[in-house]
């Protein structure tokens, strides 16, 4: 038996923890591996739902160590939670003898990076993106300021550091590879790609009743042909560019609607305001949902639309609603430039690629709505399987561990 110390600064009981979290540990924690997690949950959500997600740990014989996120205080909450991190890793290492940290994310590599050097325990380095660029991107550091700058440089030096130190590392798309290589001076040998999949059991295929069951609810039409916009509304995901291609669509085609899924329903109120001709507001159909509710609200689209806005940081991308909606056999209008989306939309026949900027093009998607729709179903969902499936992924870690077992 392999005893593994799981840190993640994200939380179990937050939608990124229901997806891309536990059912990669409860897979791999089948396989004579005995997981300890370190998790930052939510105050809300930890009072909602940490009796019933500690019992279904323990069903899997996976230990659990929730800590409260610190949402006030700012910087300084971030540095006390990051004391927390280092005081319980180190108890836990002890408390349940640890051969490996598998540290997720960049805030939990360097508390795996500093136990490692203290008692030469074995690191993977799950390397979510690179996080230190896409805190530039997401406006967290201004590199005109002085400040935004040293934080940059300081975080860039560890990152270099983190990637040089780890046992193995984990990345989410070949795209990153040789950047990764050349920031940490590395071998590619100890990188795998393991992008974001999903549970193929959990999200059933799209079908007729289950297309218009997901209709009722939201209100749309049985005979409307349904852009879809999935996950969270912010700068870098283009929601102007979406509401754009909607318009467009819907001046060619009245039964056009637009579904859009999301938890910032107050942030996206606001941008349809800003953005989308108020006659369009009726058939813009917006709703909240969990994790859980997903399976029956996304037979709803025709059409998934995914624009994200290109960035060097954005090479490392692999959007999560991608392989949800291929998983239920939904197409998708995407745009190059984001980790291995246009490769992948390619070797599925998944959708097609447009320049979200180009009016042009989105005018042309627009006109190939029935063409695009038609690529979805059981096809695509059975090829995507084998690229985007939970199998894979939990394969893929199987082999990282593999790696890491045969140095103990």
């Not at 193995?168 to 795209?175: D, G, K």
């Not at 754009?244 to 107050?266: G, M, P, W, Y």
């Not at 180009?358 to 690229?387: H, N, P, Q």
Request: proline share 4%.
């Amino acid at each position: 038996m392999t005893n593994v110390l799981y840190i993640t600064y994200d939380g179990l009981l937050d939608p990124l923890g229901s997806s891309q979290i536990l059912p990669y540990i409860k897979k791999i924690s089948s396989t004579n591996k005995a997981f300890v997690v370190l998790s930052f949950e939510k105050n809300v959500r930890y009072q909602q739902g940490y009796k019933s997600k500690s019992d279904e740990l323990l069903s899997y014989g996976i230990k659990w160590k929730p800590l409260r996120f610190t949402t006030a205080l700012g910087p300084i909450g971030k540095f006390w939670d990051l004391l927390k991190m280092y005081f319980w890793a180190f108890l836990l290492l002890k408390k349940d003898s640890i051969q490996i940290i598998h540290a997720r994310g960049h805030t939990a590599a360097q508390v795996g990076l500093l136990i490692k050097r203290l008692s030469g325990i074995k690191l993977i380095f799950d390397f979510r993106g690179l996080w230190v660029d896409e805190r530039v991107d997401k406006g967290g550091w201004n590199l005109s300021h002085p400040l935004g700058r040293m934080q940059y440089r300081h975080f860039k030096k560890t990152e270099q550091k983190l990637l040089q130190s780890a046992d193995q590392i984990v990345v989410l798309t070949h795209a990153v590879v040789n950047e990764v290589v050349r920031l940490g001076l590395i071998s590619p040998a100890r990188i795998t790609v393991i992008p974001c999949c999903a549970d193929f059991d959990h999200f059933t295929l799209s079908t007729l009743k289950s297309r218009a069951a997901a209709r009722i609810d939201p209100g749309i039409p049985a005979d409307a042909i349904v852009l879809g916009y999935l996950g969270s509304v912010g700068r870098m995901y283009m929601m102007d560019r979406y509401f754009r291609f909607f318009e467009l669509a819907a001046s060619r085609q009245k039964n056009v609607h637009a579904l859009i899924i999301t938890q910032d329903i107050d942030i996206l109120n606001r941008l349809m305001i800003d953005c989308l001709p108020a006659a369009l507001h009726c058939k813009v159909h917006v709703i909240s949902a969990s994790r859980q509710e997903l399976p029956k609200i996304i037979p709803a689209m025709d059409i998934l639309v995914s624009f994200i806005l290109p960035s060097y940081a954005r090479m490392a991308a692999s959007p999560t609603k991608l392989a949800e909606c291929f998983a239920t056999g939904i197409p998708s209008v995407s745009n190059s430039g984001v980790g291995d989306v246009a490769g992948t939309i390619a070797q599925l026949g998944a959708g097609i690629i447009v320049d979200p900027a180009s009016d042009d093009d989105l005018c042309k998607a627009a006109e190939r709505l029935s063409e695009i729709s038609a690529m979805g179903g059981s096809r695509l969902r059975d090829e995507a399987r084998a690229v985007l499936g939970l199998e894979l992924a939990a394969q893929r870690y199987l082999s990282v561990y593999s790696k890491i077992e045969s140095e103990l």
